[in-house]
C-alpha cells in the first residue's frame, strides 16, 4: 500500500487526480479515463525531467506538449498508461535506493544487469518494465545482477 500511496503522491494526489485511489482496481480506473494533464505535469517536475525525456516518454513531441499544457484536460488512454507506469517504475527505484535522487541517477543510466540498456529506456514498454522490475526486485534482495 505505500508504494500505491508514493505512486498517488507523485502524480498528483487526490487534489489532482480527483480522487483518492486506495488500490490497483482505482488506479486502472484512473487510467482508463485519463490521466489530467495536470498530473503530468505534476510528474515532470516532481521527477525533475526535462522536455525531451518527458515527451520522449509519453510517445509524443516536445511541440505536443507544450500545445497539452495550453488545452488538452485529460490524457489518452495510452499516455495515461505510459505515466503510470513511469510513476511506477520510479517508486519501485525509490524503494530499493530509499531516495528519489539515488533512483533517478540509477534509472538514468546503462545497467549490467540490463543489458547495458538504460532503464527508464528500455521501461517504455510492458516487457522491459518487467524487465526492470526484475533488476530492481534482484537487487533489493541482494542477488548478484
Not at 508504494?3 to 486502472?28: C, M, T, W
Given at each position: 500500500?505505500?508504494?500505491?500511496?508514493?505512486?498517488?503522491?507523485?502524480?498528483?494526489?487526490p487534489q489532482v487526480?480527483?480522487?483518492?485511489?486506495?488500490?490497483?482496481?482505482?488506479?486502472?480506473?484512473?487510467?482508463?479515463?485519463?490521466?489530467?494533464w495536470a498530473s503530468?505535469?505534476?510528474?515532470?517536475?516532481?521527477?525533475?525531467?526535462?522536455?525531451?525525456?518527458?515527451?520522449?516518454?509519453?510517445?509524443?513531441?516536445?511541440?505536443?506538449?507544450?500545445?497539452?499544457?495550453?488545452?488538452?484536460?485529460?490524457?489518452?488512454?495510452?499516455?495515461?498508461?505510459?505515466?503510470?507506469?513511469?510513476?511506477?517504475?520510479?517508486?519501485?527505484?525509490?524503494?530499493?535506493?530509499?531516495?528519489?535522487?539515488?533512483?533517478?541517477?540509477?534509472?538514468?543510466?546503462?545497467?549490467?544487469?540490463?543489458?547495458?540498456?538504460?532503464?527508464?529506456?528500455?521501461?517504455?514498454?510492458?516487457?522491459?518494465?518487467?524487465?526492470?522490475?526484475?533488476?530492481?526486485?534482484?537487487?533489493?534482495?541482494?542477488?548478484?545482477?
Amino acid at each position: 500500500m505505500l508504494a500505491q500511496s508514493r505512486v498517488q503522491e507523485i502524480l498528483g494526489g487526490p487534489q489532482v487526480l480527483g480522487r483518492k485511489v486506495s488500490n490497483l482496481a482505482d488506479f486502472d480506473a484512473l487510467v482508463r479515463d485519463g490521466l489530467p494533464w495536470a498530473s503530468a505535469r505534476h510528474v515532470k517536475e516532481a521527477l525533475d525531467l526535462s522536455d525531451e525525456l518527458f515527451a520522449s516518454w509519453l510517445e509524443t513531441s516536445q511541440r505536443t506538449l507544450a500545445r497539452w499544457k495550453k488545452s488538452r484536460p485529460k490524457l489518452s488512454l495510452a499516455t495515461s498508461d505510459r505515466l503510470y507506469r513511469l510513476v511506477s517504475i520510479v517508486v519501485l527505484a525509490c524503494e530499493v535506493f530509499e531516495e528519489l535522487d539515488a533512483a533517478m541517477r540509477w534509472l538514468r543510466r546503462p545497467q549490467v544487469g540490463l543489458g547495458g540498456r538504460v532503464p527508464l529506456e528500455l521501461a517504455k514498454t510492458e516487457p522491459g518494465a518487467r524487465e526492470v522490475e526484475n533488476l530492481l526486485g534482484r537487487l533489493e534482495y541482494g542477488v548478484v545482477s
